[in-house]
């Protein structure tokens, strides 16, 4: 008689993620899940407690955009249901994060159907985060378990998508089964349709003027920063990145020309993006964002466009071809040239700031930003005018910004610097936020204060929704006032200045810039009409649609 022991379902899931390089674990805790958040305690994963469930899954978005995988652990009912729309957000920007919910016990859901958190029959929540998921599983049968447990970490990675796992309470601690590895159909390119994509390229880019490349968002998800580079360098090519794509490519490099997104660019960028005769698009995903609200002017006769699973050449599809193939194979069949790079435009900084009893404004204080940007920063911007103003911004680093660019939901940026710090300790984080959407989770500030932490909080106080304002002036945009300031008497020790003019700015800038051992915040009043250039362009666009106009 075999009497093995094997792994209790609950272990099983916490060895495989901390085997798949998830190290942390963020969520808040409820009875449903308090099993396996005490295998937690004895196991290498630390658990990170949060205020509020939706700020575990942002910040579980982050940890997986800096290190691959990220995850979170939540109660039934009330706990999952208040992640769903970051994880929307998560599988709209494709991050692959693990959602990690309890369930009332598989006795539980027969015999007391009353039970709290219910909110409908026990399938209802599965079927909801199916919806925003890339794969479901209900880990209800120890025979099986481990297997889905397996298959689910799989997909995340080989997707880039969220998924989610549910574990009954009663089953945390029951013995699982090993079974033999289920491996996954591989993502693997067509020969014939990759060799036949990569001949039409090369002949394209030999009869090309001023061929240019686009970089895009999935270049990041796939870890493919260090092969645009080589393309970069090997053939000479300048490249703009998309709003989404922004930092693919270290900012403060020669050959990089800025963000390209239509009317809202610069108008360098523009005229480099407009007048190429072959624009090679690299994991470019054509939201409207990123276009800018359409305004990009990009004619698909002039264009390489290859994403995840297809190069599509002009009007050719090759089919089955990854974008991790392609790029690969491309980087070996460029010819290298020696030739230096252009120069790029300078990036705007502050000039002479700060000038006395001048009133601070967005794009001033962006340029003092750039110029206080360092190596070791990864910027963290929320959405609304510090997303648009943070065009400007030169992140020295690949992929050390990050941002819900495309699903745009406010409140990411506070919680998502949680998730980014714990990621990559060695690494300062600068968080941009508006006021109202530091009202919405900026709570978490107290979790980088609870832990230790050092991030520079930047916030944007221009007294209301600023975005808002520019498309459609109403007294629905105004939000009550908050001292951000004196935040530390409430969440514990941190560092809060005041600054409505340029030195004040200033002195709050450079003390916060030395203070290492606890995080600071900068409450900045703007003025109610400050915008940034790019921020009054989509205004603009945005306008007609409010009332109906096309």
């Known amino acids: 008689m075999n009497t093995a022991k094997f792994d209790t379902i609950g272990q099983y899931l916490l060895k495989r993620l901390y085997d798949a390089g998830v190290k942390h674990i963020f969520g808040v805790p409820g009875?449903?899940?308090?099993?396996?958040?005490?295998?937690?305690?004895?196991?290498?994963?630390?658990?990170?407690?949060?205020?509020?469930?939706d700020t575990a899954a942002f910040a579980a978005d982050a940890y997986a955009r800096c290190l691959g995988l990220g995850a979170m652990a939540v109660t039934y009912g009330v706990g999952a249901l208040n992640t769903v729309n970051a994880v929307a957000g998560a599988y709209a920007e494709s991050s692959p994060v693990i959602v990690i919910s309890g369930a009332p016990g598989i006795r539980e859901q027969r015999e007391d159907p009353l039970i709290h958190h219910r909110f409908g029959p026990f399938t209802f929540q599965r079927e909801i985060f199916e919806r925003i998921t890339c794969a479901t599983e209900v880990l209800n049968d120890p025979v099986i378990a481990f297997r889905q447990i397996d298959r689910a970490i799989a997909t995340a990675r080989r997707?880039?998508?969220?998924?989610?796992?549910?574990?009954?309470?009663?089953?945390?601690?029951?013995?699982?089964?090993?079974?033999?590895?289920?491996?996954?159909?591989?993502?693997?390119?067509?020969?014939?349709?990759?060799?036949?994509?990569?001949?039409?390229?090369?002949?394209?880019?030999?009869?090309?003027?001023?061929?240019?490349?686009?970089?895009?968002?999935?270049?990041?998800?796939?870890?493919?920063?260090?092969?645009?580079?080589?393309?970069?360098?090997?053939?000479?090519?300048?490249?703009?990145?998309?709003?989404?794509?922004?930092?693919?490519?270290?900012?403060?490099?020669?050959?990089?020309?800025?963000?390209?997104?239509?009317?809202?660019?610069?108008?360098?960028?523009?005229?480099?993006?407009?007048?190429?005769?072959?624009?090679?698009?690299?994991?470019?995903?054509?939201?409207?964002?990123?276009?800018?609200?359409?305004t990009a002017k990009l004619d698909p006769h002039h264009m390489i466009?290859?994403?995840?699973?297809?190069?599509?050449?002009?009007?050719?599809?090759?089919?089955?071809?990854?974008?991790?193939?392609?790029?690969?194979?491309?980087?070996?069949?460029?010819?290298?040239?020696?030739?230096?790079?252009?120069?790029?435009?300078?990036?705007?900084?502050?000039?002479?700031?700060?000038?006395?009893?001048r009133p601070i404004t967005t794009a001033r204080m962006i340029g003092r930003l750039n110029q206080a940007l360092s190596p070791e920063m990864i910027v963290v911007c929320d959405v609304g005018d510090c997303l648009f103003a943070a065009i400007d911004l030169q992140v020295h680093e690949q992929s050390e910004f990050l941002a819900s660019c495309y699903y745009a939901t406010m409140g990411f940026a506070v919680p998502a610097a949680l998730g980014a710090q714990i990621a990559r300790p060695d690494h300062r984080l600068l968080v941009l936020v508006g006021d109202g959407a530091f009202q919405m989770t900026g709570t978490e500030l107290s979790t980088h204060a609870y832990l230790g932490l050092n991030p520079i909080v930047v916030v944007f106080n221009n007294s209301g929704y600023g975005t808002e304002r520019g498309i459609l002036e109403g007294p629905f945009n105004d939000i009550s006032s908050w001292r951000f300031d004196r935040l530390g008497e409430v969440f514990g020790p941190l560092k809060g200045y005041d600054a409505a003019t340029e030195e004040a700015f200033e002195a709050a800038l450079i003390n916060s810039l030395n203070n290492r051992t606890m995080p600071s915040i900068i409450n900045v009043h703007l003025s109610a009409d400050d915008a940034s250039s790019a921020m009054k362009r989509l205004a603009e666009h945005l306008k007609s649609r409010v009332k109906g106009g096309s």
Not at 33 to 51: A, C, E, K, R
């Open 31 to 53: 009875d449903y899940i308090l099993g396996f958040y005490d295998l937690m305690v004895n196991s290498p994963v630390q658990h990170i407690g949060t205020t509020r469930e």
């Open 159 to 294: 997707l880039c998508k969220p998924v989610y796992i549910e574990i009954p309470r009663d089953l945390v601690m029951a013995e699982g089964y090993p079974m033999p590895d289920e491996a996954l159909e591989p993502l693997e390119s067509d020969e014939t349709a990759l060799s036949e994509a990569l001949a039409e390229t090369m002949e394209l880019m030999a009869k090309s003027v001023s061929p240019m490349i686009i970089a895009g968002v999935e270049l990041h998800r796939r870890g493919l920063q260090s092969a645009l580079v080589n393309l970069v360098e090997r053939a000479h090519l300048p490249v703009v990145a998309t709003l989404s794509g922004k930092s693919v490519m270290a900012e403060r490099h020669p050959a990089y020309l800025g963000i390209y997104e239509g009317a809202m660019s610069s108008e360098n960028a523009r005229y480099m993006v407009e007048q190429s005769d072959l624009l090679l698009m690299l994991g470019v995903t054509l939201n409207d964002i990123d276009t800018g609200i359409y």
């Open 305 to 357: 466009r290859a994403a995840q699973n297809e190069v599509v050449i002009s009007s050719h599809r090759y089919p089955r071809v990854t974008l991790s193939d392609f790029l690969t194979a491309l980087v070996g069949l460029v010819k290298t040239r020696s030739e230096g790079f252009s120069s790029p435009p300078a990036a705007y900084e502050a000039s002479a700031f700060p000038e006395p009893k």
